[in-house]
């Protein structure tokens, strides 16, 4: 993940675990290199957010996906970055 380290993507990660969060999307400005986290909410759609993300103009990437309502440690502990591409797929091929 570049310059992050794992205590900075947990800190990202748990961070955002409130009542009504459902995902974190660990983004990437390219223009500024920074990392920053984008939080979803349970009334938000994922798909529309990244697909946002993803059409916007801005230099930034989504990086990382994390899902709350799965075990946190388990996702730390995976390869995060494949589970990227098939939300994107999805989100400009239907759901």
């Known amino acids: 993940m570049g310059y992050m380290t794992k205590d900075m993507v947990e800190e990202i990660v748990y961070d955002g675990i409130?009542?009504?969060c459902s995902h974190v999307l660990i983004c990437f400005?390219?223009?500024d290199?920074?990392?920053f986290p984008i939080y979803i909410y349970d009334d938000e759609n994922i798909y529309d957010e990244i697909k946002q993300i993803t059409e916007s103009d801005d230099w930034i990437s989504i990086e990382e996906i994390y899902n709350y309502s799965l075990d946190l440690a388990s996702q730390l502990a995976e390869d995060r970055a494949h589970?990227?591409?098939p939300l994107k797929e999805r989100c400009f091929h239907g759901r």
Do not use: G
Request: net charge negative; proline share 0%; no cysteine.
């Open 18 to 20: 409130v009542e009504d």
């Open 33 to 35: 290199h920074e990392y």
């Open 29 to 31: 400005n390219h223009y």
């Open 83 to 85: 589970h990227i591409e």
